[in-house]
């Protein structure tokens, strides 16, 4: 079941709530509706790693817990916060380093989606019990004057 309330106008916040799944295309539909369509295929594949992370490791895909995305555009920047119903998670990366530090020694996926994560948006950040997480990415500004000569 999804439910959904308020579309972001301004500076509200719309939400989207839903059962742990991994059937996540609707979801995603719904999240990008309003997203330029140059943007769409990014946002897409790191809004769906921070969703099957939030189901899967957050909420162990136990249909009886919710994931909740609020979203809004904020002065040019795009937000999602997206928080499960797990006991959280605490990541070791300082958001400052290389995001290519995240990828794994060896071939497994543990690991790829902070890479991800870090690689697509412009901030990345987990709230202190690490059940909530804030994604940003800023609009491509216009192309502006130079002021040099």
Known sequence: MITISLRPVGR?????????????????????????????????????????????????????????????????QYWWVISDQGSGFHPTCNCDTDPTEFLPPDESENGRGMSILHQIFDQVEWNRKGTELR???QLENRSRLSLKR
Not at 51 to 59: S, T, W
Not at 64 to 76: E, G
Request: hydrophobic share 45%; with cysteine.
């Open 12 to 76: 509200n916040w719309g939400t989207i709530s839903f059962a742990s799944t991994l059937y996540l295309c609707p979801i995603l539909d719904l999240l990008l509706a309003e997203i330029p369509a140059k943007m769409q295929a990014e946002l897409r594949l790191g809004l769906q790693e921070a969703l099957v992370n939030a189901a899967k490791h957050g909420n162990n895909l136990d249909p009886s817990k919710t994931v909740v995305v609020r979203f809004s555009l904020i002065d040019n």
């Open 135 to 137: 994604l940003c990415k």
